[in-house]
């Protein structure tokens, strides 16, 4: 079944404690995407990637780091997490802009920073 | 920069009747593409429908169809017959055609209830 997965999908933390979201696609997908949504603003871009070792800043990067290392995966790494990154999480790809631009989505991590 | 806005933060339908949800849009742009994404309380993203810009050809989608105006970079979504399985978060968004990174714009969300 073609899907994108996430881990975990409820995250409770504490201000400063590393953490990493991770997500995996099976489709071949080249570009994947990080976004966060949060009430009354709909869902922003943290961080995108076109290929394998190619990330760069959305509209929302300070606080994420991500990588690309292999094409299937693209982890989301949060240093040292604050109460303003509590927030919903999706991880997103699609084909590159030549082929179907449909996106697919995970199921959402939903992270609370206390 | 491209900006996409819902007007309506909330709406409410009754089961089988008709409901439209709006969509703004703002971008210098000529090709691009436009969906509306459905979220239930699942907080799963639904792909309902898309459109691209060079079609004047509104798209349709079963129950589901769109009333694209490019001029007036207008996007609504139409539910025609609506059932309960249609209450949900919707969105509107939109992603350009040159130099596409993936990246979707979304607007602020509309939340449909479906009432019995």
């Known amino acids: 079944e073609a899907q994108v997965t996430q881990n975990p999908r409820y995250l409770i933390t504490v201000t400063g404690k590393k953490l990493t979201v991770t997500c995996s696609q099976n489709?071949?997908?080249?570009?994947m995407s990080w976004y966060r949504q949060d009430p009354g603003l709909g869902l922003r871009q943290i961080y995108y990637s076109m290929n394998v070792e190619v990330t760069d800043k959305g509209d929302v990067p300070e606080g994420y780091k991500v990588s690309r290392k292999e094409k299937r995966n693209f982890p989301l790494i949060l240093e040292s997490p604050s109460p303003n990154q509590t927030s919903l999480y999706f991880c997103?790809?699609?084909?590159?802009?030549?082929?179907?631009?449909?996106?697919?989505f995970g199921q959402g991590t939903r992270l609370t920073v206390v | 920069a491209q900006t996409v806005t819902q007007s309506q933060p909330e709406m409410s339908v009754q089961e089988a009747e008709t409901v439209t949800l709006s969509c703004t849009y703002d971008t210098s742009e000529n090709n691009y593409y436009l969906f509306w994404y459905k979220q239930p309380p699942s907080r799963q993203m639904i792909l309902v429908i898309r459109?691209?810009?060079?079609?004047?050809q509104n798209a349709t989608e079963n129950r589901f169809s769109v009333n694209f105006q490019k001029a007036a970079k207008s996007f609504s979504l139409k539910i025609s017959d609506s059932q309960l399985g249609d209450t949900a978060m919707y969105f509107c968004?939109?992603?350009?055609?040159?130099?596409?990174?993936?990246?979707?714009?979304f607007g602020q969300g509309t939340t449909l209830q479906v009432k019995p």
């Open positions: 997103a790809s699609s084909f590159g802009w030549h082929q179907n631009t449909e996106a697919f």
């Open positions: 968004a939109f992603m350009k055609r040159s130099g596409n990174t993936g990246k979707l714009i």
């Open positions: 459109q691209e810009a060079y079609k004047q």
């Open positions: 489709m071949n997908h080249e570009y």
